[in-house]
């Protein structure tokens, strides 16, 4: 099953408005990642936060990370049409069935920003 | 440097052929990550290679499926007798395999099973 959820599943923005997306996991874990995937294709590594880290920067990034709600939410500053794409969050921990070097992805937010 | 790459790009089939998906790893990576992405879902782990350990096979959907990866570097996943339920875009990412695990992603082969 799942690990990480991410919602709203999808998202619709005006250009130069901030874009807000949640991210909720199960279990225990490490780090958290946030990825990002252009037309269902090769994903993108944004970002990485530490399980003892609650909040990281990385130029229009923003990821905070709440591991006693066991929750994560990426923000996207001054949103441009560029930033059009599905989002998923990551985590890595021991689930399950898979082992402790594994990511688990959540389904991804899918994200329109409207010019 | 160069990213992970994965062949073809494209590929269609008939239901029952049997299918090979190319991956090549980012040199120096250890770890090597199938997945599978149906059609606006999210990323269902097929199988991973560390070293020289024995892979974990857990996500492998069928005996239909199978990989090997040779000298530690290239990958080959194969699916014997594809099924419509096949039709996904097959990715591959490598990694250093060490805590904590970014993966690096190849394009992945969109598989269309007819």
């Known amino acids: 099953s799942q690990q990480g959820e991410e919602d709203p599943q999808a998202l619709s923005i005006q250009e130069g408005e901030n874009a807000t997306m949640n991210c909720s996991y199960k279990?225990?874990?490490?780090?958290l990642q946030w990825y990002r995937q252009n037309s269902g294709r090769g994903l993108v590594h944004l970002i990485l936060?530490?399980?003892?880290?609650r909040e990281k920067h990385s130029g229009r990034l923003r990821v905070t990370l709440d591991t006693s709600k066991k929750s994560s939410s990426l923000l996207i500053t001054a949103s441009r049409a560029a930033d059009t794409a599905s989002y998923f969050c990551?985590?890595?921990?021991?689930?399950?069935?898979?082992?402790?070097?594994?990511?688990?992805f959540g389904k991804g937010t899918k994200l329109s920003v409207i010019p | 440097g160069a990213g992970v790459s994965q062949s073809p790009s494209n590929k269609v089939t008939e239901k029952g052929k049997d299918v090979e998906l190319r991956c090549d790893p980012i040199s120096g990576h250890t770890a090597l990550y199938w997945y599978r992405q149906s059609l606006g879902q999210g990323l269902e782990f097929l199988i991973y290679f560390q070293g020289n350990s024995a892979p974990d096979k857990s996500g492998l959907p069928s005996d239909r499926f199978s990989a090997e990866r040779t000298g530690g570097s290239v990958s080959t996943l194969t699916i014997q007798r594809t099924q419509q339920e096949d039709s996904a875009v097959y990715l591959c990412?490598?990694?250093?395999?060490?805590?904590?695990?970014?993966?690096?992603f190849g394009p992945g082969t969109r598989l269309t099973v007819l």
């Open positions: 990551a985590t890595d921990g021991i689930p399950s069935g898979a082992g402790s070097y594994q990511l688990t």
């Open positions: 936060i530490r399980s003892n880290e």
């Open positions: 279990t225990s874990i490490n780090n």
């Open positions: 990412a490598s990694s250093f395999g060490t805590l904590p695990d970014t993966q690096y």
